[in-house]
């Protein structure tokens, strides 16, 4: 008898929404222009689940004159004033673009700026208002960087949120971006903020992740291919990834949360890179058909994901 063929695997998707019911909720409410409905979306919510609607809202285009409306009828709701800021923030990026500095028009970047600033005004009121509201901290984080105010200012506005939620994994994330050398930052500083937020957050939690971004990175800002498989290739960097993983997604107390899909992502494709495949066939498995935009939007997106985990399976074994 031939042996019956395995069943193709599922192409990826980075739909948040597939992965969390509660953003294509979300989106409805907002295309409603329900704010019941969207108030009671946050309901309850931990701080890095409200942090993940809150991104989620920006992908919404055309949402501003609603959330500007809600705002103006009451400008101490600091739900509305973060979704407001974080619309305007987003808006700004889209009109930025993603290309690099010099193919950006000076009238996309004076936009841009206009929004950041407006976004500024209305979350400076907010966090002065409702000093822990993470969510709102950190689009700040954010706005520092795109607005250029510096490292000082930048982590600055981290340790104010984190004097409330010291292990914040989305601020973490966004702060570490501003120190990469890509932002005026240097590697010391970089991988140094990613190590203490690994250190001093519990076993089990899923903050270990930021080393592992932060390889990434490293690995994305050398030059020659040669240089970035040295790299991948090193005794410390495989054995820090592999000690990062044993502390988050590969520890028994792990529990996927708010960021998971991110988290197990990054972990997916840092295993892939540096061939620990056991380790990354367990994330994949993990992942099923769901991946997060970031950081598969690094190696070529769907493709990369079907590649590697396709190698995670083949050579780790599927569990």
Known sequence: M???????????????????PEVNDLRKALDAADWPAVRALFADR????????????????????????VYDNDPTDALAGTLLGNCLIRT?????????????????????????????????????????????????????????????????????LARHHPHHLPAQASLLQQLCPKWSGDWDRAFGFARECAQTAPDGAPNAAIVAEAHLERWLDFDTERERTEYLRSTPVVDEIMRCGQRSVLHPDYVDKADWVWVRSTFALMFSLTEQWPAAADQFTALGNLGSEYPWAYVDEAAGFIKYRAKAYAKGGRS
């Open 92 to 160: 700004g990026w889209r009109i930025r673009s993603a290309a690099r500095a010099q193919h950006v028009s000076r009238s996309q970047f004076d936009q841009f700026h206009d929004h950041l600033r407006r976004a500024e005004q209305v979350l400076i009121d907010v966090t002065a208002r409702h000093e822990d509201d993470a969510a709102a901290w950190t689009q700040r984080i954010t706005l520092a960087r795109g607005l250029q105010l510096g490292q000082n200012e930048t982590r600055r506005r981290y340790d104010r």
């Open 46 to 69: 931990e701080p890095a689940h409200r942090t993940l609607l809150v991104s989620a809202a920006g992908d919404q285009e055309g949402t501003e004159p609603f959330l500007r409306r």
């Open 2 to 20: 031939i042996p019956a063929m395995p069943a193709p695997l599922p192409a990826p998707t980075f739909d948040a929404g597939a992965a969390y």
